[in-house]
Structures are given as C-alpha cells and as structure tokens.
C-alpha cells in the first residue's frame, strides 16, 4: 500500500517537471522548429514539382514505348499471317502440278520450286515416308511417317498448319496428301518456313518505322537494343536515330568505362528480370543541347529487344526556381500566425496537464484495490489448474506406453525398458490375418485378448503393433524355457466363438539381444514352417542373405550415382560370310575395378528399385554410342520395365533424342504380361517408329509361334541356347532347331543362334538356313567402349 502511494506522487511530480521544461525547451526551439518547418515544406513543394513534371515526361515516354510494343505486336500478326497464307497456296499450287506429272520430274520440279522461293523449305515423300525430295536434315524418315500417320487419322487438317522443333528454330508446315493421275499413287507432299525467317522480316520493318518516325517532342527518341550476351558483348545498337552511326554496332564497342560498361549490365539483367521500368542505362552524353534525361526501358522477349524511350528534363529547373519564389512570400505569412498558436497551445497544455494529474491519482486508488482482490484469486486458481495439468500428464504418459485393447505395455515402454534387458523374445500370432478375415476382427480382437492374458500369466508381457508380443529376460535360457511354455500353453487353449465353433491359436517365436535380431529369428521360423522358436546366431541363412542384400544395395546406390554402368557387346555375324553385322548390348557394372555380370545383382536390384535407374543409364550410354555408328544394335527388356508407365515415356524420348528407331531391336521373352492389350499397343507403336522386335530364349518353354507373330510385332527369332550347344552331339535338339528355322521362314522371320562355340555347329546351322549366329566361336562380349 505504502509503495503504491509513493509512486503516485513520484507520477505527479513527473508530470508537471514535464510540463515546465516542454515550456522552457519550446521557447528555446520555437524559431529553429519554425525554421526547419519552413525549409521542409519548401522542399516538399519543390520535390512535389519535380516529380509531377517527371511523372508527366515518364507518362509520354512510356505510351510511346507502348505504342512501339503493339506497332510490333500488329505487324507480327500480319506478317504471320500473310507468311501462313503463301504456304497453303504454294502447296496448293505444287500439288495441282504434281498431280498430273510423272514421277520422274518431282524431283527436278521440286529443286526448281525450292530455288525460286529460298525462303521455303520443301520436301515430298511416299506415304511409307520414303524421301522422293527434302531440302531440310531434320526433316527425316520418323517425322514424315509421324505427320503422314496423324493426318491420315484426322489429328492434322490438310493444308492447315502444323509445327516442329529444329536446331534451327520453330518450323511451320503445311501440307496433304495427293493421288499422281499418271500412276494412280499417293503422295505427301509439305511446304514450311521456319518462324526466324519470319521475324527477321518483321524486324525490318520495326527498325525502318523507328528509324524513320519523329518523336511526339523535339527532345526525346526511342532507340533498340538487341541483348546478345551480357556478360561479353552486353548487346549491339538495332535502331538509333539521333546516332545511325552506332546502328550494328556492340555496346562495348561504343563504351569503354568499365565502371559504366557493368553498370550497363545490371540494367539489362533487371529489364530481363522485371520486363520494363524506368532505368538509367547509359547516361554518355550525345552531343545534343540537352544531357539529364528519363529513360523508360521495356523487354520484348521474343526478339531479344530492349525498347528504350528517352526525353530530356532539363526544362524542369526553370519550373523549380519560380516555384521557390512563391513559396517564400506564403511562407512569411504563416510564421507570424504559427508563433500565436504555438503561445495558446502551451497554456492549454498547462491547465490540461494539472487536470490529468488529479484525474490519475484516483484512477490509480481504484485500481489498486481491485489488483490485491483479482491476486488472490489467481492464486486459487493456479493452485487448481497444477492439480489438473498432473493429472493430465499421467493420463498421457499411460496413454503412450499402454496398448489400448489389452491393457499391456507397448512397443514404446518395450524400447524404453530394453536398457535393463539382455535378450528379447517376439511372439507372433500364426495366421492371424487369415483369422481376421474369416471370423472378423471382433473374433480377431478376442484372439488377441485371450494370448495377452495366456502370456501375461507366464510372463511380463508387451503387447507390439498388430500380432505380436514380447518378452524380456536377463537369462537366455528361462527366456527359452518361458517362450516354450506359452507356445504349448496356447496351443492347448480352444477359443469358442459364437456358433460354437472353435478357433485354433498358435504362436511363433524369436528370440535376440535386441528387437531386430529377434525379428530375423522370426522371420526364420516362418519361412522354415518346421520350428516354432529360434534363436539368433550370426551363422542363420536368412543373416547372409539380409547381409548380402544390404552390401548390393550400397554397392549399386554408388555404381547409380556414379553411373558405372558398363554395356558389353556380343556381335551377331552372318552365317555365310561371318561378317558381323549387328550387336547385343549386354548389362555390367564396375565396383572397386571388377566387372559384375547380372546374375550377381539383377533380383536385388528388382528388390530394391534400383533396376530402373540402372536400365535407364544402359539405355543412354547404348544410344548414344550407336547414334554415331552404322550397325544396327539391340537390347534386352522385359515385361517388368515395358509394364512401368514411366520408363515407356524415358524410352520413347530417348529413341526420339538420338532418332535410334531404325537401328534399334528390342529383344523380349515369351512372358504372361505381354498379352496385356495396352502393352501390345504400346509395342506396336514402337514398330511404327521402325523399331525392331525379336523374341529371345524362344524354344526354352511353351511358346506359341503362332500367337507371337500374329498378336506381336515380332520380326526376328533367336533359338535357345541350350538347344544350340551341344546340337551336333544331339538328334533331337537337331530336328528341333530344324522345326523351329523352317516354321521361323513360313512366317518370313530372321533367326538368331545363340551359343555358337565351334566351326562344326556354325556350319550345321548355316545349312539349315539360319541366317544370323552368336557366340564364342566369333568373339566374347566386349567392352562398348573398344567399338
């Protein structure tokens, strides 16, 4: 009470010190206020002036940049247009020519064609896509057959445009499709122009109009910068008209300051990153009465320009200066009337200020009163809420170690009690989904209560997430001696259900030094289906084989993000002349300087779902190599990477990236999934694109050669290995391969023989007729690298 009378007084006291020097410190500061009051407004005045005048300026050069921009933008439909219409009339005009020519003369009509109009791209084809004439590389066998496939289906109108990326740029071409009267066949023919050679056009009559066209004021211009590299040449001078001199010419041609020239470039790389503003780019002085200027920059990103707008300023000044006159003379009015004012309002304060002070002083009587009852209700409160937040808190912490259905602790009290045991045992319901499913999961939720209270009474018990529950001992062998207890006890135990039938119980156990050793001595005894209980030892099969698994896994994580995975080639020669003629792209990789075949890696990596990656990096590496060479190639896939909708898109955009169709061969095995309607589309596709397919192995199962030929786009078979390496020893697998070749020719298929080791069988299937052999006989897989 004593305190809070004291500092009401002390408050008081405050107050009117405060009072008397605000009074005291106004007299001193009044003029100097007065003053600096004076000189703020008249710069505001000023600064309020120049901005308006510049706000106008940077309003006029901005419309007419914008203007610029839709001068551009109405220009490029019509030359667009008027381009797109030349093209649908010259395929008009070819294809009525074309259609009462002989064959013989296309070419030459279309190399005359081609060489009076230079600015179009021409080409023709039969409707196989089989080049009759083509002025334009990239124009190649795959796009004609793409374009000639979706125009015969409808996907593209003839004579309507269509587009295609090239190195040289985005290509518009148009064409159809016209039946010759001289021998009734028909023909593809197009007409393109790629889109550069249009804009350049546009171009020109861009800079021609800003070249030519005066400014709305005598004192501004606009110029073009076209941005080539900023951070060499910065750009080069496109349109200049106060300076023609600089038209062509770069940027760091015109200035030398390295200080301006870096200054130059940020400026660009804002107006690239913000698409227009008011920048002060260059600031050189170009020999004209006038130097300060605004600059208003817009980026037009399809030609690479920076549009620049510039007016000069310098007339502003002169505005300024009358303005600084009259707002003196305004000003001196003012100060005597502030000077008043100011003289009232401190007497006002005064009276004001003594009045609060009273009015505080009960304020704070009140409020002390009312701050000692609301302190000893608080108190009773926190009193209660400690009370609650406790029994909350055990409410939780039992919650979080307690498994609801049976009571038991769970797997978090097991965790957290594992530092006082040695050795652990998991027990494991057997085929207790199967029960769940059958009886229904309250009979389920039953099983479970009957096995916590069975085990409970053996030992202490924790219940684990779904069917499993623990035991803990600091002796292995009562450990053992408890875990064989309750195996029997439950077995023994018949719980009724109720149709009065009766559920048969049964357990599994594993027993560690701690919970994942414990769950490989489970997953032991479940896969062994002869024991009930194991216990972990560092010699049990499943051990290595989780070892081994986790070594591949690490060994191929690094060869993937390394990429060391290494194609080997096996060439394929033709059985007259042994002359190689294609190859088999085979998988490897390389760790620690070893070459790994398959067999080592292949289902772990399945596994694992590494193989992807690793089959994605074979494919790039077999591409690109085969993109620059002239042998055809092929490599292995299957059902389990063609049925992965991923990896189907990755093939396709690598077949495209390299254009590898005609040179590819997919060989595939015989397999269940292939009959899958959507996969067969997709390896139909594929064959469109000239892709080749070959079965692989065929001879080692059922196979229905039959079935393949008609339902797959299969053109090549290779026999079986095992029927190839020991023929000349063995009657039957003669007669087989025999049957096999003869049935292969009735379908006009080529065969592969596999496994060639020596002269005499290269020679016994030659006569046969087997066109192509492989094997050890002609080489070993080699590194792709050595080709």
Excluded at 170 to 177: D, Q, V
Excluded at 254 to 259: A, E, F, T
Aim: net charge neutral; charged share 30%.
């Amino acid at each position: 009470m004593r305190g809070a009378e004291l500092f009401k007084k002390k408050i008081i006291k405050i107050n009117f010190f405060s009072i008397f020097s605000v009074i005291i410190l106004f007299a001193i500061l009044s003029f100097s206020i007065v003053y600096l009051i004076v000189q703020a407004s008249l710069q505001r005045d000023i600064e309020y002036t120049k901005n308006e005048y510049i706000n106008t300026k940077k309003t006029i050069i901005k419309n007419q940049v914008d203007n610029l921009i839709n001068y551009i933008n109405e220009i490029s439909i019509r030359e667009n247009q008027k381009y797109l219409y030349k093209l649908q009339e010259s395929v008009s005009f070819l294809t009525n020519i074309l259609k009462k020519e002989s064959p013989k003369n296309f070419e030459y009509i279309l190399k005359q064609f081609a060489k009076k109009h230079p600015e179009f791209i021409v080409a023709m084809s039969d409707l196989d896509g089989n080049k009759i004439y083509a002025n334009f590389k990239e124009y190649n066998k795959t796009k004609r057959k793409q374009f000639i496939n979706e125009m015969q289906k409808g996907l593209i109108k003839s004579d309507n445009y269509f587009t295609f990326k090239t190195s040289k740029g985005l290509l518009y071409i148009t064409g159809t499709i016209f039946t010759n009267k001289n021998n009734n066949k028909q023909y593809f023919v197009t007409n393109a122009i790629l889109k550069s050679a249009i804009d350049n056009s546009i171009k020109r009559a861009v800079i021609n109009m800003v070249d030519n066209a005066r400014f709305v004021f005598n004192n501004g211009y606009v110029a073009i910068i076209e941005i080539i590299n900023i951070d060499k040449d910065l750009g080069k001078f496109v349109a200049m008209p106060i300076r023609p001199d600089w038209e062509g010419k770069y940027i760091n041609e015109l200035i030398k300051n390295p200080v301006q020239l870096k200054h130059i470039r940020k400026c660009l790389m804002m107006l690239r990153e913000k698409g227009e503003g008011f920048f002060d780019c260059f600031n050189e002085n170009l020999n004209t009465q006038f130097d300060k200027k605004i600059s208003f920059l817009k980026y037009y990103e399809p030609f690479n320009w920076a549009l620049i707008g510039n007016i000069y300023i310098n007339e502003v000044n002169n505005l300024i200066a009358k303005k600084q006159k009259q707002i003196k003379k305004e000003l001196q009015s003012i100060f005597f009337l502030y000077i008043v004012i100011s003289l009232v309002f401190l007497v006002i304060v005064y009276f004001l200020t003594k009045y609060e002070n009273n009015l505080l002083s009960s304020i704070i009587d009140k409020y002390e009163n009312k701050i000692q009852a609301k302190n000893k209700k608080l108190q009773t409160l926190n009193d209660n809420l400690q009370k609650e937040v406790d029994r909350k808190t055990n409410e939780l912490i039992q919650h979080f170690l307690v498994d609801p259905l049976t009571g038991l602790p769970n797997r978090e009290k097991l965790i957290s009690d594992m530092k006082n045991y040695k050795y652990v045992a998991i027990l494991n319901i057997d085929y207790f989904k199967e029960i769940n499913d059958f009886y229904g999961m309250d009979i389920g939720d039953d099983v479970l209560k009957t096995v916590s209270s069975i085990l409970s009474e053996i030992s202490d018990t924790y219940k684990l997430p779904a069917d499993e529950f623990a035991f803990v001992e600091n002796d292995i062998e009562m450990l053992e001696e408890k875990v064989k207890k309750a195996i029997k006890k439950i077995e023994s135990h018949k719980l009724i259900v109720d149709d009065g039938s009766e559920v048969e119980i049964s357990i599994s156990a594993g027993i560690g030094k701690n919970l994942i050793e414990a769950e490989m001595a489970l997953k032991l005894v479940k896969s062994d289906k002869t024991i009930k209980m194991a216990v972990y030892n560092d010699n049990l099969p499943i051990v290595k084989e989780f070892e081994n698994n986790i070594k591949w896994k690490n060994i191929l994580k690094k060869v993937i993000k390394e990429k060391r995975v290494i194609p080997y080639i096996h060439p394929i020669v033709n059985s007259d002349t042994f002359e190689i003629k294609k190859y088999e792209c085979l998988m490897r990789i390389e760790h620690e300087g070893k070459i790994y075949t398959p067999e080592n890696f292949l289902e772990i990596s399945k596994k694992t779902g590494q193989y992807f990656d690793l089959q994605k990096i074979m494919i790039e590496k077999c591409f690109e190599k085969f993109s620059k060479l002239d042998y055809k190639f092929s490599i292995n896939l299957s059902a389990f990477e063609l049925s992965n909708e991923q990896f189907r898109k990755f093939l396709i955009d690598k077949i495209d990236e390299y254009n590898i169709a005609e040179k590819l061969i997919i060989e595939i095995l015989e397999d269940e999934e292939l009959h899958n309607e959507e996969l067969m589309g997709y390896l139909i596709f594929l064959h469109n694109l000239d892709v080749q397919f070959a079965i692989d192995d065929f001879g080692s199962g059922h196979s229905n050669l039959a079935y393949l030929v008609t339902k797959l786009p299969v053109s090549i078979l290779k026999i079986d290995g095992s029927l190839i390496r020991n023929i000349e020893n063995n009657a039957n697998n003669y007669k087989l391969v025999k049957a096999l070749t003869n049935m292969a020719k009735i379908f006009n298929l080529s065969v592969v023989a596999e496994y060639v080791e020596n002269e005499k069988i290269a020679e016994m299937l030659k006569e046969l007729g087997i066109e192509y052999l492989q094997g050890y006989f002609f080489s070993k897989p080699i590194n792709l690298n050595e080709l």
